[in-house]
């Protein structure tokens, strides 16, 4: 049973709690991946939890868009002096579930702790790495990942930043030719960091190598100002993340020492000798790295989205269910229970997609950092799809959860604004995702066709080697499985004939490409799906505990599969691997699984672990005194400070005296 069913809390919510039946923290350990790691993520909140530097003034959204900079800038410095004094690192803090809600709007030096840093140990070589970390040990540089520009942020090939190599001085020359060629978007660029990674197109003898990577220095380490040649600033207010200091460059002929370009895969010797990279990609290893770290912070989003939903479904009573009894929490409509519990099973998946996509990423790497680059394009792929699919996936989530409370959703003291801002980008940065699916379909299509031509496929894609029978009739989690196989390798199939149908009748391959990428897109999400489902599967088989931790599991895993057999079910009709009837079973119980989770709603998103400071939300506070709390925060809004605005006095009331003319 939960550890704080003492708590004192509305009569709703102490009902939902008391009907659990499954020991709460040992699914949080679960979720925190060990006894040891919920205790040190515990500890960690109780030093952030107790500082009161972490208090905002007055609540960020009345501050000014400079204000609120100043203000998370301020937070994010005192954390680095915090942990620097507590010995703790801080991008494991930063990482850690510990630090949500300290900064509520994106964080300046969010970008050099986790792309600028693997960025340097990625890409440089050991000297300069030893160099340049010890600047950043020291907080002489703090730097971001200046890849994007005006003209150009998903196709890299066209990137217009020019680092051109001048054997006489041994430099490398930055320039900025156009206007698109403006860099745009990295996070702290505008006023926070004074170096930035940056990608450029390398051309050395006239030649041009294609993008590369250099150690840009572009603010004096004393004084802050903008070096001579380098051109600064913030991009303006945005959707969200409004304190990340995204900012814009330009280079005037910027010169920089030869060893900045950064030398781990690919060098420029002194004679301006090109010496090529063992796989052409690695330049790009950053954007992989960042793309699995994705999967994880979408889930972890997610997680409080339906951590607040689902506790004001349980506090909030709407109409009526049977005629003239008393209005029934939400919680009890069915509807409402499949806006929730799917999203919740969301959460599970991505947490076993995550572990897994991190685990595989450890281990290619350590091959990589041996010289086997053979299992790169399927990390590739196998990133890309997760982080389209949990990006994607988590969003929709969050905004389902925000749709299901209403009203009271739409308030930015339900939080949900910002955690909608937060989750959509990252459809957008790191990869877009529809070019991210084309990535995924680009390895299936490939795959698919190597093994028609007799070659052995890597182990994510092996069972496009030939067509999956599933067995009738079999809806056991293995059947389902077998199932989703044949529906994506009929959907492969399907899309690869189509694309040979299109050349055939005269079309070059790169327009058939084209014509066929909506189902390009499908058989790369059907994939990846495919991938999300057998991990649930695999890891709730393996998972470890007490049987209702593990009856849990197991049915959030059946609701998930059920769930996207129900949404896609086309596609199984369509390969024949699951019948009309089939499919109306599987609805049925995907309708009885909601009734038996919903009674352990509360204490499965109680088991997330977030107190009331990180859901900083009114409608997801742990005792659910939610109208109270809605109340005493529309308070706080400036323009409750007097009974009669100004405004009144300058536009209402000259107005009024007017009065109408006309009689309308
Ligand atoms: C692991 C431990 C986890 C620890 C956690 C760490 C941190 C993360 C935690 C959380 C993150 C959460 C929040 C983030 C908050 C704020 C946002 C912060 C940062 C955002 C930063 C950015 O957005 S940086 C800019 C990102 N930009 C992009 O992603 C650009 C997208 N474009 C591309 O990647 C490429 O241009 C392309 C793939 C679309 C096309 O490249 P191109 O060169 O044109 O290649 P093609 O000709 O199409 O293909 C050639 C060939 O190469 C293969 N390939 C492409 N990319 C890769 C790759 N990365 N690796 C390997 N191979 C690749 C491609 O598939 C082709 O292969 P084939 O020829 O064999 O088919
Ligand atoms: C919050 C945020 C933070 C960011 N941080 C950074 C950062 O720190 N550093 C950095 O360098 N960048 C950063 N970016 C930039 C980000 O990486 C790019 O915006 C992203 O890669 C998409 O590129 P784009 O903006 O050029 O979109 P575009 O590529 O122009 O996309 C526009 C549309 O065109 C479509 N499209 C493009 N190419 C294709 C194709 N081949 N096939 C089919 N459709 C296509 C897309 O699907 C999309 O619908 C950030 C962006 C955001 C929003």
Redesign the pocket.
Known sequence: MSSHETRPCVPDLKKERLKCDFNVEELTNLIDGGKEKTALRRKLRSVISSESAYIDPIPPEYMSHEDQFSNELRKTCHTAMLMNKQNIDIKTLQLSKAYIGVLKD?DPLW?HYH?FIPSITGQSDPEQQKIWMEKIRTWKIFG?????ELG????LRGLETTATYDRETREFILNSPTITAT???????GHTVNFAAV?AQLYVGGKCYGPHMFMVQLRDENTHESLPGVTLGEIGP?F??NT?G?GFLRFDHYRIPRRNMLMKHAQVLEDGTYVKPSHSKLSYGTMVRVRVGIVRDTCIQLQQAVTIATRYSAVRHQSELIPGEPEPQILDYQTQQFKILPQISSVFALFFAANSVIDAYYSVTAQMDLGDMSLLPELHALSSGLKALSASDASRGVEICRLSCGGHGYLASSNFPRLYTQTT?AI????????LW?QVARYIIKSYRSAQNGNNLKHSVSYLSKQPRPVRGDLSNNGLLEAFKAAVFKLVSDTEGRIQRVCAKGQNYHMAW?QC?LQLLKCAEAHTRFYVCEQFVRKVEMAKGTENVKKILKNLCRLYLTHHVSVNSGDFLKSGSLSQNDIAVLEEEMCSLLEVLRPQAVSIVDAFDFDDGQLNSCLGCWDGDVYQRLYDEALKSPLNKTDVPEAYYKYLRPLMQVGLKSSL
Do not use: D, I
């Open positions: 994106g970008v792309v971001t990942y200046a890849q994007t150009h942020g998903t196709f860099k745009w978007w990295p996070g702290g660029l990608m945005r969200g993340l990340n995204n980008c957008t940065y790191e990869g877009e995702n529809t070019v084309l084209n990428s």
